[in-house]
């Protein structure tokens, strides 16, 4: 039987659930108009006015947002309440560029804290667990969002941050954590140094995981589950509509539900701008419909993905999203194909290969080259130097299939690839130095 952290609200009919997107967004585009002067002029700019807006039907006519305007508005240009109301900022980690400030007002707190805390309870936890929080604590999002949310439930909740490995695995031991919430790489990470330590899963008592922060694929879930023998569940967010708990997964893992009460969502073709219809993949906008302190209308995640609305067997009617595959700027253009760092990723673990891997590309002489860096395991670097080329060569080969270009695979030798104990970094780009 499926628990809801908020059943009325997470199993609303779709209508009711429309309904009450419509009410909060006529008065947060009045709320928005009037305190942020930076949208107001671009509203100004677009002829739109507040009274425009009657209904989640005329969100189309709004303008967008964009991560260059939260730059130029940088530090105070978006915000949304008086300062005196805010009690928090975050951070974006900068992963790509220069980094974004957040405002929150205590509500803002509170909504999100809610929002996380729908995430834990669909992959089951209660009062009774003990849920250790191991992504990075600070300006991130993703330690204090884990945090509030586990308060919420009511969870022994335990603020490791993130790193210090070891000392994860024995605090995991000796206070039988049960849920863990961290990026999927460090949770790889975890059950990579579990093994190192000579124990087993039968040594620790995690039932679940709760992964996100950064794109990781279906394989990887299933490597993360069977190392630290739990269920994975994603979960979804970025600092500009408030962090982790934007979007969670339910036990189906089919997608994530986003938390519709307060964020809207829409799919845009990323060239044109124009709105696609349900199914269609293309970027995600989100419109903040409660947040004060950084109310952002139509932002553009930049992060490419499908919404759906089919029945989901948990109950929960939020329209879910499926896993996105990496944002549009983490999407490699290579000899003029497009590559995503997550296609490389599924074709390594597939192939029975770890997701400690370093994709590196160049140009040389006007020509783009692919390096994939790949590391083995102990028992894998055992084999000779003949057997190393020709697993070199048929994971290339492997690649071409999935690619439609050939990299040039490097197995390297068991630690040479630096382990990630946040988001993990897979992509260096040396054209760039070059432009
Ligand atoms: P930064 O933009 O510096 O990485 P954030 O920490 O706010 O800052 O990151 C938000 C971004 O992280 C999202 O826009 C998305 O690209 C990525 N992300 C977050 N959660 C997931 C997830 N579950 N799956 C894939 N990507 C994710
Ligand atoms: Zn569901």
Not at 234 to 250: H, K, M, Q, R, W
């Amino acid at each position: 039987m499926a628990n809801y952290y908020q059943p009325e609200i997470e199993t609303a009919s779709v209508e009711e659930i429309k309904a009450l997107q419509s009410e909060k967004l006529v008065k947060q585009v009045k709320r928005v108009y009037e305190n942020v002067k930076y949208y107001r002029d671009l509203m100004d700019e677009k002829g739109v006015t507040p009274d425009d807006i009657k209904g989640i039907e005329d969100l189309h006519k709004l303008p967008f947002l964009t991560k260059a305007d939260l730059r130029n508005a940088y530090p105070y240009g978006l915000l949304g309440a008086d300062l005196k109301d805010c009690v928090r900022i975050h951070s974006t980690s900068g992963t790509t560029g220069k980094r974004v400030i957040a405002f929150y007002t205590q509500k803002d707190i509170d909504l999100w804290d809610d929002c996380c805390a729908r995430a834990i309870v669909a992959a089951g936890g209660t009062n009774e667990d003990i849920c250790q929080i191991a992504y990075g604590y600070g300006l991130f999002t993703g330690g204090l969002g884990l945090h509030g949310g586990a308060h919420k439930v009511g969870c022994l909740t335990l603020p490791m941050s993130s790193g210090n490995t070891e000392r994860q695995i024995e605090f995991m031991q000796d206070l039988n954590s049960t849920i863990i919430c961290c990026t999927p790489s460090y949770a790889a990470y975890i059950g990579e140094t579990l093994k190192e330590m000579g124990l087993s899963p039968d040594d620790i008592n995690l039932k679940a995981g709760i992964f996100g922060a950064e794109p990781w694929t279906e394989e990887m879930r299933r490597d993360i589950e069977k190392s630290l023998g739990i269920k994975a569940y994603d979960i979804y967010g970025l600092t500009e509509s408030t962090g982790p708990g934007v979007a969670f997964e339910c036990e189906e893992q089919t997608g994530m539900h986003i938390n519709e009460d307060h964020f809207l969502a829409e799919i845009i073709d990323p060239e044109t701008g124009e709105v696609l219809p349900e199914g269609s993949k293309g970027e995600l906008v989100f419109t903040n419909l409660d947040k004060e302190g950084f109310p952002l209308l139509r932002y553009r995640t930049r992060d490419i993905c499908v919404l759906s609305r089919k029945p989901c067997s948990c109950g929960r009617t939020f329209i879910k999203m499926a896993k996105p595959m990496g944002r549009s700027d983490d999407m490699l253009i290579i000899r003029g194909v497009n590559v995503f760092p997550s296609q490389i990723e599924t074709v390594l673990i597939k192939e029975g290969y770890s997701p400690n891997y370093l994709i590196e590309v160049d140009r040389v002489k006007n020509n783009d080259t692919l390096d994939v860096y790949v590391e083995l395991s102990p028992e894998q670097f055992s084999d000779t130097v003949k057997d190393l080329h020709a697993n070199e060569k048929s994971l290339a080969d492997a690649m071409i299939q999935m690619l439609g270009i050939k990299p040039k695979v490097h197995l390297v030798a068991p630690k040479t690839i630096k382990r990630s104990e946040g988001k993990a970094v897979r992509v260096i780009d040396k054209r760039k130095l070059h432009d």
